[in-house]
Each structure stands twice: as C-alpha cells, then as structure tokens.
C-alpha cells in the first residue's frame, strides 16, 4: 500500500512538472500561435487593401499623366498656331506700314500734280486771254497775211508747234488728274484690306491664345493630380514599409510562440508517458516509450550578417543617393543600388530571411521584401511579371533563387531595384555587400 502510494506522489509530480513546463514564463499571458495568426491575417487585409489603394492612385497619376501629354501635344500644336500667326500679323504689319508709306507718297505726288495742273491751267488761262485779247484772229488768218513763201512756212510751223503743245498740255492734264485719282483709290484699297487682315489675325490670336490659356490650366492641373497621386502612392507605399515591419514581428513571435507550444507539448507527452510508465509499473504491466515533434514553415533569423550580391554578373548602374528619377523627373533620394542585367535573369537572397512582401509594390513594380532579424531587411524590385518565385511568410536560404529580373513599375529597362533598410530606415547596400 505505501509502495503505491509513493507510485501515485511520483505520477502527480511529473503531471506538474509539465503543468509547470507549460506555464509562460512571464506575468502576463502570452498570447497563442493561433492568436497571432489572426494578427497576421488582419495585416494581410491591411497589406491588401493598402495594395489596392496604391494601385488606384497608380492608375489615376497614369491617366493623369496620359491627359497632360495629349495637351501638351495640343499645346504644341497650339503654339505652333500662334508663332505662324504672329509671323502673319507681323508681315500684314509690315505690308500696312509701307501701305501708309505709299499712302503718304501719293498724298505727295497728289499735291505735285495739281501744281501742275494749276501751272497747266495758267498757261490755258494766258492763252485764252491772248486770243481774246488779239480778238477773233484765226490760224488761217494768221497763214494768209503771210508776205512770202518762207514766211508761210515759218508760220505753218509754228502754229503747228503751238497746236502741239496745247494738246500736250490737255494731254498731261488729264494723264496727272487720271494717275492720282487711281493711285488714291489703290493705297485706300490696299489699306483697308491690310487693316481687315490685321483685324482679322488679331482676332485669331486672340482665340489661340485663350486655348493657350486653357491648355496650360489643364497642364497645371493634372500636374497637381500627378503630384497628389504620388503623394498617395508614396504614403501608401510607407503603410506596405510598416505592415512589412509589423508582419515580420509577428512571425518572430509567432515563431517564439509554436517554439513554447510544441516544448509544452513534448513535455506533455514526456508527462503522460512517463505517468503512463508509473501506472504500468504500479500495476506490475510493461514500460513503453514515445514522442514526436513537427515543424511548419516558420521564421527563420539565419541572417548572417554579410550580404550577398542579388544579381549574379550584373551591372551596377545606378548608385545609392539624391538623383532626378529618370521616369518622374523628380529630384530625391535613390534608397537603394540598381543592379542591370537581361529580362529574366535569376534574383538570389542576400540572406536568409522571411519573405515579408511578394507581390505589387507601386513603382517598385513586382517586389520581394525579406527580414532577415536584427532589424536588417532587402528588397527587390522591379521584378517581371509572373517572376516572383516566394510567397509570404516562406524561408528562405542565402543564395536561394526568389525572382527573376524585369522592369516593372517606374523603370526604363530590366534591372533589379536592391534595397537594404536597418530599423526602416534605407541604407546604402554597398556598405553590406
């Protein structure tokens, strides 16, 4: 009786040894693998719809950016417009200055022909006061009083020198009258359509310059729904940084958590055993021995503290630091090293890790995102669709393949984007490798 009963105390010990071994070690109750789980499908919902909201915002700075390049283009064309006719308005100017010229030339001559035809008509006016004066003398008295032949001809002579020249003066009188009156009427012609033209190509320009107007306001606008989009792509693009952040501390304690679960379990299992052994030997029946362990695919801090190049044989060919972005023309900091090589060449990890992010990653394009512990993690962008070769949450070895490379997202050519963060904040990656 007292041998079992002694059987019975070593049984009840070893069940709270492992009630003991089970029980968290801190003064709080630790939360469970399942609970943290839950945490991490939450962050999934968050990284999703964070996802979503980029893509959004991606799509509308794309539609904004097509819209401002159409009216850039009908600026041009706008622009163009206005140079031809200001080149009008200029040559119409011209032609109205030498047509106020012409003007003014005719205005002269104008005023020398009827000096002429005033000193013309003072010469008729002599004339017929001569003849009146002479009284009623005729050109065939005049050739009849003749006293000889020669004087004949003398005086048929001048009279026919006489006719000529009256008729000379008619003549000219009214060719001075005629050429006046028809210059004048010309200039005025010329000028009042020079005038309309002008009038008219004022007008014009008018309208082009209003288009031209609209046009840049619709420029500055979607200038700003660019801005505002990249604005929302970058504050989206930290929330994916810090959910990255968040997903990776959940899987370190999600990690720790299945550690504790499968220790209780072991012990468990050692407890029951060994109580099931007590028993057996209480009753006089056999021993027998047992256990068991699983594993999942947990987190992994394997980071070893060097770096591997992601891009075996490529070409560094951007570095880290302030630059104007190729694509966005905007001036700021390049957070990471670019490394060039061929569509579809293998990206390798860095370091051993947990795969935080696979997936679209606003102008990252198709990136991977590993923590590798001690607040170290690398990215990966710019991957080629249907390239990324992890998923989240999955381990990863140094050197493993995980991508392949592409030029997704804000890029002018295949490349891998290659990004080193300590604690969030971006470093420069040739420090690590």
Same mark, same amino acid.
């Given at each position: 009786?007292?041998?079992?009963?002694?059987?019975?105390?070593?049984?009840?010990?070893?069940?709270?040894?492992?009630?003991?071994?089970?029980?968290?070690?801190?003064?709080?109750?630790?939360?469970?693998?399942?609970?943290?789980?839950?945490?991490?499908?939450?962050?999934?919902?968050?990284?999703?719809?964070?996802?979503?909201?980029?893509? %959004? &915002? =991606?799509?509308?700075?794309? #539609? /904004?950016?097509?819209?401002? $390049?159409? +009216?850039? *283009?009908?600026?041009?064309?706008?622009?163009?417009?206005?140079?031809?006719?200001?080149?009008?308005?200029?040559?119409?100017?011209?032609?109205?200055?030498?047509?106020?010229?012409?003007?003014?030339?005719?205005?002269?001559?104008?005023?020398?022909?009827?000096?002429?035809?005033?000193?013309?008509?003072?010469?008729?006016?002599?004339?017929?006061?001569?003849?009146?004066?002479?009284?009623?003398?005729?050109?065939?008295?005049?050739?009849?009083?003749?006293?000889?032949?020669?004087?004949?001809?003398?005086?048929?002579?001048?009279?026919?020198?006489?006719?000529?020249?009256?008729?000379?003066?008619?003549?000219?009188?009214?060719?001075?009258?005629?050429?006046?009156?028809?210059?004048?009427?010309?200039? %005025? &012609? =010329?000028?009042?359509?020079? #005038? /309309?033209?002008?009038?008219? $190509?004022? +007008?014009? *320009?008018?309208?082009?310059?209003?288009?031209?107007?609209?046009?840049?306001?619709?420029?500055?606008?979607?200038?700003?729904?660019?801005?505002?989009?990249?604005?929302?792509?970058?504050?989206?693009?930290?929330?994916?940084?810090?959910?990255?952040?968040?997903?990776?501390?959940?899987?370190?304690?999600?990690?720790?958590?299945?550690?504790?679960?499968?220790?209780?379990?072991?012990?468990?299992?050692?407890?029951?055993?060994?109580?099931?052994?007590?028993?057996?030997?209480?009753?006089?029946?056999?021993?027998?021995?047992?256990?068991?362990?699983?594993?999942?695919?947990?987190?992994?801090?394997?980071?070893?503290?060097?770096?591997?190049?992601?891009?075996?044989?490529?070409?560094?060919?951007?570095?880290?630091?302030?630059?104007?972005?190729?694509?966005?023309?905007?001036?700021?900091?390049? +957070?990471?090293?670019?490394?060039?090589?061929?569509?579809?060449?293998?990206?390798?990890?860095?370091?051993?890790?947990?795969?935080?992010?696979?997936?679209?990653?606003?102008?990252?394009?198709?990136?991977?995102?590993?923590?590798?512990?001690?607040?170290?993690?690398?990215?990966?962008?710019?991957?080629?669709?249907?390239?990324?070769?992890?998923?989240?949450?999955?381990?990863?070895?140094?050197?493993?393949?995980?991508?392949?490379?592409?030029?997704?997202?804000?890029?002018?050519?295949?490349?891998?984007?290659?990004?080193?963060?300590?604690?969030?904040?971006?470093?420069?990656?040739?420090?690590?490798?």
């Amino acid at each position: 009786m007292g041998k079992q009963l002694k059987k019975v105390a070593s049984v009840m010990a070893i069940m709270l040894l492992a009630a003991a071994v089970v029980q968290p070690g801190h003064g709080h109750a630790a939360k469970s693998s399942s609970e943290i789980q839950k945490e991490l499908n939450a962050v999934e919902q968050k990284a999703h719809k964070a996802e979503l909201q980029q893509k %959004k &915002a =991606q799509a509308q700075k794309q #539609k /904004s950016a097509a819209l401002k $390049k159409s +009216a850039q *283009k009908s600026l041009s064309n706008v622009l163009q417009a206005i140079n031809e006719v200001n080149s009008q308005l200029s040559r119409v100017s011209n032609n109205i200055t030498k047509t106020e010229s012409g003007l003014r030339q005719s205005k002269k001559d104008l005023a020398e022909a009827k000096e002429r035809i005033k000193a013309r008509e003072g010469m008729i006016d002599t004339r017929v006061r001569m003849m009146y004066t002479d009284g009623r003398v005729s050109y065939l008295d005049v050739l009849m009083s003749s006293t000889s032949f020669s004087d004949f001809v003398e005086r048929a002579d001048s009279l026919r020198m006489i006719v000529d020249q009256d008729q000379d003066i008619l003549a000219q009188h009214e060719k001075d009258k005629q050429f006046v009156i028809v210059t004048q009427n010309k200039l %005025k &012609a =010329q000028y009042a359509y020079a #005038k /309309s033209l002008y009038s008219e $190509k004022a +007008a014009r *320009k008018g309208e082009l310059d209003a288009k031209e107007n609209e046009k840049q306001r619709l420029i500055a606008k979607y200038d700003l729904q660019i801005e505002n989009a990249e604005e929302a792509t970058a504050a989206q693009e930290q929330a994916l940084w810090d959910l990255a952040d968040k997903r990776a501390a959940l899987y370190r304690e999600k990690t720790a958590a299945e550690a504790q679960e499968r220790a209780a379990a072991e012990a468990r299992a050692a407890a029951e055993a060994a109580a099931a052994a007590a028993a057996a030997a209480a009753s006089g029946g056999g021993s027998s021995s047992g256990g068991g362990g699983g594993g999942g695919n947990s987190y992994q801090a394997s980071g070893s503290g060097l770096l591997g190049v992601p891009v075996i044989g490529a070409r560094l060919s951007s570095p880290f630091g302030y630059r104007t972005n190729p694509v966005t023309g905007i001036y700021k900091l390049h +957070a990471g090293v670019d490394f060039a090589a061929p569509q579809g060449t293998p990206i390798i990890a860095s370091d051993g890790g947990t795969v935080v992010v696979a997936g679209a990653m606003s102008g990252y394009g198709n990136a991977v995102i590993i923590d590798h512990g001690n607040g170290i993690q690398t990215l990966y962008g710019h991957i080629r669709n249907g390239g990324v070769m992890v998923s989240v949450g999955q381990s990863v070895s140094k050197g493993q393949k995980i991508a392949e490379v592409g030029s997704t997202g804000n890029s002018t050519g295949p490349h891998c984007h290659f990004e080193v963060r300590v604690n969030g904040t971006a470093v420069d990656p040739m420090g690590y490798l």
